[in-house]
């Protein structure tokens, strides 16, 4: 029988066709609270935590959840639920899978000999501070359990719970480095409720910015997905950027829409819903969603170019005015052609606190990323 943690991959892996998980749920849970309303929780004991990653600026992830109440309309994990044999669409953002032993069994791989402390990412996949995480507090024993072994970590959210853990995440930055970044695409609250409908406020996001970089934890904002038509306008994406350098952000890294042939099939049907003037725009731009993978994944470099154009200025003359502008190298600025960013740095920054004898982490690329939560 496959259990969960022999179904994670990397979200552009093919699948076998002779897979038919079956996931062995401890219990599935429901709650009766406005907030759950519709949820399911299937409640898993995991046995892997640490996800071996490759071709990305860090090793290692840690998915404590699978699913996302966020119910973002455009997120490159939606497809990852066909793996569980459960829809992208209608039950990604309310059949929501918890690793209730991830913490566990994550003490037990750092313990072994042959770890050595090299950066792990959270929030690769689903968002670790989604709302579920209220209720089932995952990730404080996953921060000091990486602490505690001295390992590096870095976290993407949208999740102003983040701020909860503001203690723990101290104490951990005191022995290892450890950074944030919040992905805020719009301040516009009508295309926010739309595209994002589970997630803070953009305003509580940029407040938790500010709350993380007060206390000292190096935080940025991802301005993502930049989505033609919707909130790509130059004024809108001048004042995220200019909201976002107020808030303190170490870096504002904007990143334009990219739809995978999974994601394009998930995020269409929102797109005919909520902005069918636009759907003959995207069918040029990214090929329609039967297209498979023969459609876009990406937008043409020149409409890129002109969205990152905007963002840069914006962010570069917001820090002048403020005179808090980061050592260059310190945050990403783009991906490649092809690539994602993902808000999670490669290359760990120095750091006194390091245990006896340690081997130093080992540098990844360039700090380019993959997924947006």
Same mark, same amino acid.
């Given at each position: 029988?496959?259990?969960?943690?022999?179904?994670?991959?990397?979200?552009?892996?093919?699948?076998?066709?002779?897979?038919?998980?079956?996931?062995?749920?401890?219990?599935?849970?429901?709650?009766?609270?406005?907030?759950?309303?519709?949820?399911?929780?299937?409640?898993?004991?995991?046995?892997?935590?640490?996800?071996?990653?490759?071709?990305?600026?860090?090793?290692?992830?840690?998915?404590?959840?699978?699913?996302?109440?966020?119910?973002?309309?455009?997120?490159?994990?939606?497809?990852?639920?066909?793996?569980?044999?459960?829809?992208?669409?209608?039950?990604?953002?309310?059949?929501?899978?918890?690793?209730?032993?991830?913490?566990?069994?994550?003490?037990?791989?750092?313990?072994?000999?042959?770890?050595?402390? $090299?950066?792990?990412?959270?929030?690769?996949?689903?968002?670790?501070?989604?709302?579920?995480?209220?209720?089932?507090?995952?990730?404080?024993?996953?921060?000091?359990?990486?602490?505690?072994?001295?390992?590096?970590?870095?976290?993407?959210?949208?999740?102003?719970?983040?701020?909860?853990?503001?203690?723990?995440?101290?104490?951990?930055?005191?022995?290892?480095?450890?950074?944030?970044?919040?992905?805020?695409?719009?301040?516009?609250?009508?295309?926010?409720?739309?595209?994002?409908?589970?997630?803070?406020?953009?305003?509580?996001?940029?407040?938790?910015?500010?709350?993380?970089?007060?206390?000292?934890?190096?935080?940025?904002?991802?301005?993502?997905?930049?989505?033609?038509?919707?909130?790509?306008?130059?004024?809108?994406?001048?004042?995220?950027?200019?909201?976002?350098?107020?808030?303190?952000?170490?870096?504002?890294?904007?990143?334009?829409?990219?739809?995978?042939?999974?994601?394009?099939?998930?995020?269409?049907?929102?797109?005919?819903?909520?902005?069918? $003037?636009?759907?003959?725009?995207?069918?040029?731009?990214?090929?329609?969603?039967?297209?498979?993978?023969?459609?876009?994944?990406?937008?043409?470099?020149?409409?890129?170019?002109?969205?990152?154009?905007?963002?840069?200025?914006?962010?570069?003359?917001?820090?002048?005015?403020?005179?808090?502008?980061?050592?260059?190298?310190?945050?990403?600025?783009?991906?490649?052609?092809? +690539?994602?960013?993902?808000?999670?740095?490669?290359?760990?920054?120095?750091?006194?606190?390091?245990?006896?004898?340690? +081997?130093?982490?080992?540098?990844?690329?360039?700090?380019?990323?993959?997924?947006?939560?």
């Amino acid at each position: 029988m496959r259990l969960l943690a022999d179904l994670q991959r990397a979200p552009d892996a093919e699948v076998p066709p002779t897979i038919a998980p079956t996931l062995p749920v401890t219990r599935a849970r429901t709650f009766d609270t406005p907030e759950f309303a519709g949820m399911t929780f299937l409640e898993v004991e995991t046995k892997s935590a640490l996800n071996k990653v490759s071709g990305m600026p860090f090793g290692w992830s840690i998915n404590p959840y699978r699913g996302c109440q966020h119910a973002c309309s455009y997120c490159l994990a939606r497809p990852t639920h066909e793996y569980l044999n459960l829809s992208p669409t209608t039950d990604f953002d309310r059949t929501v899978v918890v690793k209730t032993n991830v913490a566990e069994v994550l003490r037990g791989e750092l313990a072994r000999s042959r770890w050595k402390g $090299e950066h792990v990412a959270m929030g690769t996949n689903t968002d670790p501070y989604q709302r579920a995480e209220g209720r089932y507090r995952l990730m404080p024993d996953i921060i000091r359990a990486l602490a505690q072994s001295w390992t590096p970590f870095s976290i993407l959210t949208k999740g102003t719970l983040i701020t909860r853990d503001l203690p723990v995440l101290v104490e951990a930055a005191a022995r290892v480095p450890v950074s944030a970044s919040l992905t805020i695409g719009t301040l516009d609250r009508p295309t926010w409720r739309t595209a994002e409908p589970g997630t803070p406020s953009p305003r509580a996001r940029l407040d938790a910015v500010r709350a993380l970089n007060d206390a000292g934890i190096p935080t940025g904002v991802m301005l993502a997905p930049i989505m033609p038509g919707i909130n790509d306008d130059p004024e809108q994406l001048t004042a995220v950027a200019r909201a976002a350098v107020a808030a303190g952000a170490t870096h504002v890294t904007p990143i334009p829409l990219h739809l995978r042939p999974g994601v394009k099939a998930a995020f269409w049907p929102w797109l005919e819903a909520t902005h069918p $003037e636009l759907v003959a725009t995207y069918t040029e731009l990214y090929g329609p969603p039967a297209a498979g993978r023969k459609g876009r994944a990406t937008l043409p470099e020149d409409i890129v170019e002109a969205m990152l154009r905007t963002v840069r200025d914006a962010r570069d003359a917001a820090w002048a005015e403020r005179g808090n502008r980061p050592p260059e190298g310190s945050w990403p600025d783009r991906a490649r052609p092809g +690539e994602h960013v993902t808000g999670h740095a490669g290359r760990p920054s120095t750091n006194p606190a390091e245990p006896p004898g340690a +081997e130093p982490p080992v540098a990844g690329p360039p700090a380019e990323q993959l997924s947006i939560i």
